[in-house]
Nanobody
Framework: QVQLVESGGGLVQAGGSLRLSCAAS????????MGWFRRAPGKEREFVAV????????YYADSVKGRFTISGDNAKNTVYLLMNSLKPEDTAVYYC?????????????????WGQGTQVTVSS
């Protein structure tokens, strides 16, 4: 069983930055594809970013490309999401996810494990 625990959310003004962390149990970062999704109030879950096991390849949603960076630390078994130039429309609960399979999936059903989420609120 994989456990994912997110942290780093909070309230920030538009244009500001936040870094989310996802601490994973076990050797998750080297064994799983890791990613981030988000859910804004009244909306469906939305893909944000994904990183392959070991960190070789990354892929981003168009809405965050150039502003967000996903990375991982194998030694700490932690995945990060650095969010710059935040906009009010980035306000959502952000979820860390892990996929036992191979591939840069953008649909929620592809992911086997989910964290509890961390709230990010961007004020205008």
């Amino acid at each position: 069983q994989v456990q994912l625990v997110e942290s780093g959310g909070g309230l920030v003004q538009a244009g500001g930055s936040l870094r989310l962390s996802c601490a994973a149990s076990g050797r998750t970062f080297s064994s799983y594809t890791m990613g981030w999704f988000r859910r804004a109030p009244g909306k469906e879950r939305e893909f944000v970013a994904v990183i392959t096991r070991g960190g070789g390849v990354t892929y981003y949603a168009d809405s965050v490309k150039g502003r967000f960076t996903i990375s991982g630390d194998n030694a700490k078994n932690t995945v990060y999401l650095l969010m710059n130039s935040l906009k009010p429309e980035d306000t959502a609960v952000y979820y860390c996810v892990a996929d036992k399979g191979i591939g840069l999936h953008t649909t929620p059903v592809a992911y086997d494990y989910w964290g509890q989420g961390t709230q990010v609120t961007v004020s205008s």
